[in-house]
């Protein structure tokens, strides 16, 4: 009876592992990027190991090369097919440009390689890419955030749980919750509408509600009737958000 009930219970087992328990992925060594000029690009990066992945850049105006400015890692939404249309990461910088404008930050938004944002290889591309910006780029080491919507929210809480000596700040918004039982130790701002028709509300701020209940630095944004599918609607939390970390970077 006890093996037929494991056997029963193996695949929710498997499932809860990938979701939450998976061990560290080997994350390529960085290179540098090609050094572009203030404005939006999209760009092809060769990861090693990994292949050719596509992203957007957008690199603000006053950016001199020489004064430190912070890093924002943007990830995309969900999409149809195997892997999103070239440069859906271009979509998540349009969409919460206002908010992250007062980070007056580098935003870099991959296209994922197909699948979820917990996949092995788009952590791995994403960590890697971020890696890169850093040594390209006159960033500050101490404001680098990860970021994302619905998906890439998902992944925010999963790559952002996972790297946070990469990542000084996460906002996931309209997010899945992943990454399992997992102790944050950077500041975490959570936006989530109480009228999402996709994404629970409930189970989005009982994981919340759970992390800040073991110390962590976390801040949970209701915001009130907002439809899933407005994703620039949500920019002005975000601009919060933004605010919220700059204090506690201080």
């Known amino acids: 009876m006890d093996r037929l009930l494991i ?18 992925v080997a994350i390529p060594a960085a290179n540098e990027l090609k050094k572009l000029s203030p404005g939006v690009h999209q760009q092809t990066a ?20 020489k004064t430190q400015v912070p890093l924002v890692l943007a ?5 149809d097919g195997a892997k999103p249309a070239a440069y859906t990461g271009k979509g998540m910088i349009e969409a919460f440009r206002t908010g992250l404008s007062g980070l007056d930050a580098i935003v870099i938004a991959p296209d994922a390689l197909g699948g979820s944002w917990t996949d092995a290889q788009n952590e791995q591309a994403a960590v890697w890419l971020t890696q890169s ?20 929210g998902e992944g925010t809480w999963y790559i952002g749980s996972r790297h946070q000596d990469l ?30 028709e996709i994404v629970s509300y409930t189970r989005a701020k009982r994981h919340a509600d759970a992390i800040k209940a073991k110390g962590a630095k976390l801040e949970f944004k209701t915001v009130g009737g ?3 599918y407005k994703t620039p609607a949500y920019a002005s939390s975000v601009g919060e958000a933004v605010k919220w970390l700059q204090a506690e970077w201080k």
């Open 7 to 24: 056997l029963l219970l193996l695949p929710f087992i498997l499932l809860a592992v990938g979701c939450g328990g998976r061990g560290p």
């Open 46 to 65: 060769d990861v090693p190991g990994i292949g050719n992945v596509k992203y957007t850049i957008e690199i603000p105006g006053n950016y001199d090369g």
């Open 75 to 79: 990830l995309h939404y969900g999409y």
């Open 133 to 152: 910006a850093l040594k390209t780029y006159a960033i500050d080491p101490k404001r680098v955030v990860i970021t994302g919507f619905s998906l890439g």
């Open 167 to 196: 990542f000084t700040g996460a906002i996931p918004v309209a997010a899945p919750v992943a990454g399992g039982d997992v102790t944050w130790t950077i500041p975490v701002y959570v936006i989530h509408s109480d009228k999402d």
């Open 226 to 228: 907002l439809s899933h």
